[in-house]
């Protein structure tokens, strides 16, 4: 069983910043890219940003200069730093990661997701 538990979310003013955690558990063999997506009230999902084992990053273009993707993989843990934060930045943000268990392959894992608000 794996879990991705994500953490650190919450109410902030424009401008302000917050540091989301989602750290995965479980019976891993390991790990391979991470990613961070975010849902608002009706629009589609959308990908934040991804990094890999290897710590190779990718950013959605309107999030590049405000946020930072980065992971601890001794922790197995993903971090996203959302700095400049806007209110249209107001979603449930999720993290997802490609791993592989020691009974299947590489599976795409979800977490429950986190609210961040960001008031004007």
């Known amino acids: 069983q794996v879990q991705l538990v994500e953490s650190g979310g919450g109410l902030v003013q424009a401008g302000g910043s917050l540091r989301l955690s989602c750290a995965a558990s479980?019976?891993?063999?390991?790990?391979?890219?991470m990613d961070w997506y975010r849902h608002a009230p009706g629009k589609q999902r959308e990908l934040v940003a991804s990094i890999t084992s290897g710590g190779n990053t990718n950013y959605a273009d309107s999030m590049k200069a405000r946020f930072t993707i980065s992971r601890d993989n001794a922790r197995n843990t993903v971090y996203l730093q959302m700095n400049s934060l806007k209110p249209e930045d107001t979603a449930v943000y999720y993290c997802a990661a490609d791993i592989r268990t020691r009974i299947g392959p590489y599976t795409l894992y979800w977490g429950q997701g986190t609210q961040v608000t960001v008031s004007s």
């Open positions: 479980g019976s891993m063999v390991s790990i391979g890219t």
